[in-house]
């Protein structure tokens, strides 16, 4: 049973599009967290939301916007996609509000032509 | 804000040798030091993690230690085998919120 799930696992479009990724835990975790990993593997946290209220958002454009229906969902609309949002994203939970282990999802490759 | 160093970028062991990886921080308010592993196309997963209150912390061939007057935190991997091949990221707690910032990765490379 997968504990972090998110969709679509692959996302080809072009630029300009608007594109969401969803993501579900069935950890019953109270934060959960949006990262980007680019082309060298760097992995750089976006968002962070616990129980569905935003708590980090670290230098994000405004073109992408996280939304938290219930402290088990977290998803990701991106507007107006550019060259350079292409990379793997990668959802994550964790419990509580004291850092300690995240659980990621399988990650969603968006490539923008 | 909170840095994080980690080197070496790429390694290269033999099957049954050790590996070091070594992380440096800057923020010396930083209390959680986790490893994690992540194969070729497969999501990050945790290996190993440290609190500022341990130096030290074992689970069988992985091990982890941590500096905090030096600000650095290494991962040791004894008696290396080609599943250990993957990239290995550390991080630590900082940012206006505590979150994880993590380090740019080592590729390791175990040869048979």
């Known amino acids: 049973d997968t504990a972090v799930s998110q969709t679509p696992k692959y996302l080809v479009t072009q630029m300009g599009n608007d594109k969401s990724i969803k993501c579900e835990q069935n950890?019953?975790?109270?934060?959960m967290y949006w990262y980007k990993q680019d082309s060298k593997k760097f992995l750089k946290i976006m968002f962070s939301?616990?129980?569905?209220?935003?708590?980090i958002n670290e230098t994000v454009p405004n073109r992408f916007s996280p939304k938290s229906p219930d402290k088990a969902h977290l998803n990701l609309h991106i507007n107006s996609l550019e060259l350079g949002d292409s990379a793997v994203y990668f959802c994550?939970?964790?419990?509580?509000?004291?850092?300690?282990?995240?659980?990621f999802g399988p990650g969603t490759r968006l490539t923008v032509l | 804000g909170e840095n994080v160093e980690q080197h070496p970028s790429t390694l290269s062991v033999q099957e049954g040798d050790s590996a070091v990886i070594k992380c440096t921080y800057s923020?010396?308010?930083?209390?959680?030091f986790p490893w994690y592993k992540q194969e070729l196309g497969k999501r990050p997963q945790l290996i190993i993690d440290?609190?500022?209150?341990?130096g030290e912390k074992k689970d069988q061939r992985i091990a982890v230690t941590l500096n905090k007057t030096a600000k650095h935190f290494s991962l040791h991997i004894t008696e290396t085998q080609p599943e250990d091949s993957a990239v290995y990221f550390c991080?630590?707690?900082?940012?206006?919120?505590?979150?994880?910032?993590f380090g740019k990765g080592t590729k390791l490379s175990v040869k048979p």
């Open positions: 994550a939970s964790s419990q509580g509000s004291v850092v300690g282990e995240q659980f």
């Open positions: 950890l019953g975790h109270d934060t």
């Open positions: 939301y616990n129980n569905k209220e935003l708590i």
């Open positions: 923020d010396s308010a930083s209390n959680y």
């Open positions: 440290i609190r500022s209150n341990v």
């Open positions: 991080a630590a707690t900082g940012g206006s919120q505590g979150n994880l910032i």
